[in-house]
């Protein structure tokens, strides 16, 4: 088997070995919240019910009707707007800047062996130190109208089987606006894939542990020669997850959807505290990108990535989540490494806060973030001529979220 094939599945089998033995010696307690959206989606044998946020943001339950020969359906929708001030915009951005954030239906077959989901409509995709893409443009370059559409099949208790276009079950932050503690996604976030197409098994392993693998394009390369793999443990308030995913092949080719980082490998591991009002997430991630010729990879090159997530919620809907984040890339300014941040052997930190207001469907909430890069090569940061290390942004995002409060009368 290749290489990395090896080195990512005895990393999970590892991990998985010391949390089953850290399982074996507790007193069995009721399961916490998942960490992520891709956690909860690899919990089997669990119903496909609406996405399970990371922040603060609650999710209505769906509409569900009869659809007659279809079974029962369930559907959610969502519709929010976007706009956001900036200074130091890189070459080609605007200071101000708005689009349709989500504009988006989710319907499902949530219920028997066979089981369905499908997402449609407009989304984007905003990420810190990154230039704006709206959602026209966003759909286009990146998943299309249908990001994420796939059938799942429970073939046990404690196994299902999902094949389509899946989210990916890597990191704690997820694709779309409304699922994460902020609006915009983070450094680190930046270095992830987002959805990929393939087949994927999740089993369930006792009380406390959960574990899915796939065999997909990775980057939406539509190349399918990526192996990833999660593996949670949950035990009261507490989950950590790890996350492997690697290319076991090599390929030139390159979109939006589709960078650099297609031909590398990534490890993950994440710790999540949920209780009461609170929600504390750290996370740590490594990255490699290798030399690779065909990829036209002259020298390879590493990121380490460090980020921290707080959320408190108070009475009468509001909520403050705050974010911090810390990366670095090897390589040495003006070196032959392949540029993974703003150049090789930069570095950057970034820091969030979202104040957000939520009653019922609607909600309300703003990003105050602030990007600082180090080290970095002069024209691949901020500002006219990519030379401002520094960027900072004012991001706003309200709508509507609809579910079963659209036939309620």
């Known amino acids: 088997m290749h290489s990395k094939a090896v080195l990512i599945l005895d990393s999970i089998a590892g991990i998985a070995m010391a949390i089953a033995l850290m399982a074996g010696a507790q007193t069995p307690a009721p399961a916490a919240q998942p960490p992520s959206p891709a956690a909860a989606a690899s919990a089997a044998p669990a119903p496909l019910s609406t996405f399970v946020l990371t922040g603060p943001l609650q999710w209505l339950p769906p509409a569900v009707f009869d659809a007659g020969p279809f079974g029962k359906l369930s559907v959610n929708g969502i519709l929010t707007g976007y706009a956001q001030g900036q200074n130091n915009p890189v070459p080609g951005d605007d200071t101000k800047q708005a689009t349709l954030s989500n504009g988006e239906l989710f319907i499902q077959k949530a219920d028997g062996k066979f089981q369905w989901f499908v997402q449609v409509g407009e989304y984007t995709m905003p990420t810190l130190g990154a230039a704006f893409l709206n959602a026209q443009d966003t759909v286009k370059d990146f998943y299309g109208p249908v990001p994420v559409a796939f059938a799942k099949i429970a073939t046990g208790k404690t196994t299902t089987w999902q094949i389509g276009a899946l989210p990916t079950v890597i990191g704690a932050e997820s694709t779309f606006t409304f699922q994460n503690f902020d609006i915009e996604r983070g450094l680190v976030w930046a270095q992830e894939n987002a959805v990929n197409r393939g087949i994927q098994v999740n089993q369930t392993l006792g009380k406390y542990l959960t574990a899915s ?30 996350d492997g995913m690697g290319n076991l092949s090599q390929t030139a080719f390159q979109t939006l959807a589709t960078p650099v980082q297609n031909n590398g490998y990534m490890h993950m591991v994440i710790y999540t505290y949920t209780k009461g009002a609170w929600i504390a997430s750290a996370i740590y991630q490594y990255a490699k990108v290798p030399t690779n010729s065909k990829a036209n990879i002259a020298k390879g090159a590493t990121t380490n990535g460090f980020a921290a997530y707080l959320s408190k919620s108070f009475k009468g809907g ?38 957000t207001y939520q009653k019922g469907g609607f909600y309300f909430r703003t990003d105050l973030a602030v990007v600082h890069a180090m080290d970095s090569t002069p024209g691949a940061v901020f ?4 030379t401002d290390a520094t960027q900072f942004r004012a991001v706003g995002e309200f709508g509507f979220i609809f579910g079963d409060n659209i036939v309620r009368k």
């Open 318 to 355: 509001f909520s403050l989540p705050g974010r911090f984040e810390y990366i670095a890339a090897s390589g040495s300014l003006g070196g032959p490494d392949v540029n993974l941040l703003y150049g090789p052997g930069s570095k950057a930190t970034s820091f969030t806060v979202t104040p």
């Open 383 to 386: 500002g006219a001529i990519g």
């Open 213 to 242: 693998f796939s065999w997909n394009d990775g980057y939406y390369s539509n190349r399918y020669s990526w192996l990833s793999g999660q593996i949670v443990f949950t035990k009261g308030p507490h989950s950590l997850v790890y």
